[in-house]
């Protein structure tokens, strides 16, 4: 199955269980993509004790997933992107949401 996640949220907890799902799809033998809109973007800046935001991101991008991080999102909060929150533009967004089975958005 080709499975697509949207984030479009910075809070910890829930960005964590996208996430966490993401890498368990990965683990079935799921082909998936993560996309950051909103405030989803500043997954890289997620700090929080209790929840690993950035090792399960690391994760999910060691597992073959693809993460990417909307272009006008990003500029909206002057950063050019990092290895967790590559810079994509909405054509990336709808060529995965045309080509994924299932789309879920957090």
């Known amino acids: 199955m080709k499975l697509a996640i949207l984030i479009s949220t910075n809070d910890a907890e829930t960005v964590f269980n996208a ?3 993401g890498n368990y799809a990965a ?5 998936v993509g993560v996309f950051l809109v909103g405030q ?3 997954l890289d800046l997620i700090a929080d004790a209790h929840f690993d935001v ?3 991101a690391r994760a999910l991008l060691g597992a073959g997933a693809r993460i990417m991080a909307c272009g006008t999102c990003l500029n909206l909060r002057e950063s050019p992107g990092s ?3 590559p810079l994509s533009t909405m054509k990336d967004l709808h060529q ?3 080509d994924s089975d299932r789309v879920v958005s957090f």
């Open 27 to 31: 683990k079935e033998g799921d082909d």
């Open 40 to 42: 989803g973007v500043e």
């Open 54 to 56: 950035s090792g399960q």
């Open 96 to 98: 995965l949401v045309r």
């Open 83 to 85: 290895d967790l929150c």
């Open 19 to 21: 996430l966490r799902l």
